[in-house]
């Protein structure tokens, strides 16, 4: 139970202690150039070919095959390790990097562009969801765990918000292939290093960690009840079992995948819907520091999520949190001016960041043994499938029907955690039925009662 506010807080004290500041400053800056990637391609290839169809061509190429790549890459570093995995696909993205500048200054287009940007994307190293593994295997106490994914999805909630800035940044004062350069640079100056900072495979050097029926800080459900594929025993991390097929860890884990692929869909269309209204506004300069807002309150409700109490089940965190985006984006829908629109961001941030570190919980919970890498990566590659998704249905809803037609998108796949997080209490509530009609049945003074 957590003792106060004034304590939980005081536990991220802890994490550079249990995996070196060191290593947590080098995880952020090389998680940085993947945020920059997709919105500095979009960039640099419509700068040199005058063509947004082709930059946006090149955008969605690099994404697909980071999405379908992810999986593969973690199901490698389960089975033979991150440093060996990581080691050789790190410098392989920062060369794949160089020759997407290149491309993307010569204009490319065509074949060879899209073979550069299938390299760029296929090579890239999930950096967020291998951070996530890292602290799987360090971390001995559930507190100490629900704080470092806490922590986690507080700096991918950053990263969301200052790679598009940095992109903006270095393209306006440098050209408009600068952020490549700068991305490639960070690949080979951070990028390399952290991936040579990894561990063995998920079935070795794992410490022990207990975790009964519940994950303290994190919230409490029972091992056999909604959300968990399989019993956790208490030395889940210690076994090493074969690494099971990716379908079987896919299916453990689709709930959080489910609800990560419809936080990437209202990313995608809430940036459709803003982008939009700020035209709309002929303020177009201003679309993306409107969206900025709501990644800034969903970092710092992140931090916070080690506030709750530890008997508020995740199902309820789901449940609460659909709630929460889909009202707020409902109203969001509604508004005309990009000042009510950005107070509205505001408030549906404070919704996303909890939902996020619960999806990752839900991960670590649902995986099977041996499957950490794979269910890692795949819900980072859910999140990436789903904002192009969610960017594409927008988009057109949008250029149809204005604002409120993107924003309706957001509303949906709010909608659908929603329906999540109300599945998962139902089967909660079954399970606790079951388990208590299982027990006889026993009278005040001792007696057992027919």
């Given at each position: ?128 969801s291998f951070a996530r593994v890292h ?272 924003f309706a998108v957001s509303v949906a ?38």
């Amino acid at each position: 139970m957590v003792s106060s506010p004034l304590g939980a807080l005081a536990r991220y004290r802890t994490l550079p202690r249990i995996a070196s500041g060191s290593w947590m400053a080098l995880a952020l800056a090389a998680r940085a150039p993947y945020a920059m990637i997709p919105l500095g391609a979009l960039t640099a290839f419509t700068a040199s070919t005058g063509s947004v169809a082709t930059g946006g061509l090149a955008t969605g190429l690099v994404s697909v095959a980071s999405a379908v790549a992810g999986p593969l890459i973690g199901r490698a570093a389960d089975r033979g390790g991150r440093r060996r995995v990581l080691g050789l696909l790190a410098p392989l993205n920062a060369l794949a990097l160089a020759l997407l500048l290149v491309a993307a200054l010569a204009g490319w287009d065509g074949p060879g562009m899209w073979l550069v940007c299938l390299a760029a994307g296929a090579t890239a190293i999930p950096v967020g969801s291998f951070a996530r593994v890292h602290w799987v295997e360090l971390t001995e106490d559930a507190r100490d765990l629900s704080t470092a994914l806490s922590y986690e999805s507080t700096v991918d909630e950053l990263s969301f918000v200052l790679g598009p800035a940095l992109v903006g940044i270095a393209a306006g004062t440098v050209l408009p292939a600068a952020p490549l350069a700068l991305a490639a640079a960070l690949v080979a100056g951070a990028g390399i290093p952290f991936a040579l900072s990894g561990g063995g495979s998920a079935q070795d050097g794992r410490r022990a960690r207990t975790l009964t029926g519940e994950i303290p800080a994190i919230g409490a459900v029972p091992a056999e009840g909604p959300f968990s594929a399989h019993p956790v025993p208490a030395d889940r991390h210690a076994a090493a079992p074969p690494a099971p097929a990716i379908s079987r860890v896919l299916t453990a884990v689709l709930p959080a995948l489910l609800v990560m692929v419809c936080i990437g869909a209202f990313f995608g269309s809430v940036q459709a819907g803003t982008t939009e209204r700020a035209a709309l506004a002929g303020a177009e300069g201003a679309a993306g520091l409107v969206y900025a807002v709501m990644g800034l309150t969903s970092a710092v409700t992140a931090l916070l999520v080690v506030l709750l109490p530890e008997s508020v089940p995740l199902a309820a965190r789901v449940l609460v949190g659909g709630i929460g985006m889909t009202a707020l984006m409902a109203l969001t829908a509604t508004a005309t001016a990009l000042p009510s629109t950005a107070l509205l961001l505001l408030a549906v941030g404070a919704f996303i960041g909890p939902t996020m570190v619960t999806a990752f919980a839900l991960t670590d919970r649902l995986a099977p043994p041996g499957g950490t890498g794979v269910a890692m990566t795949s819900m980072q590659s859910s999140v990436t499938v789903g904002q192009a998704a969610g960017a594409t249905a927008g988009g057109a809803l949008a250029a149809a029907s204005g604002p409120a037609g993107a924003f309706a998108v957001s509303v949906a796949a709010g909608a659908v955690i929603v329906l999540v997080g109300l599945q998962a209490l139902l089967r909660r509530s079954r399970a606790a039925r079951s388990a208590g009609d299982s027990r006889p049945d026993v009278d005040p003074g001792g007696a057992r009662s027919s």
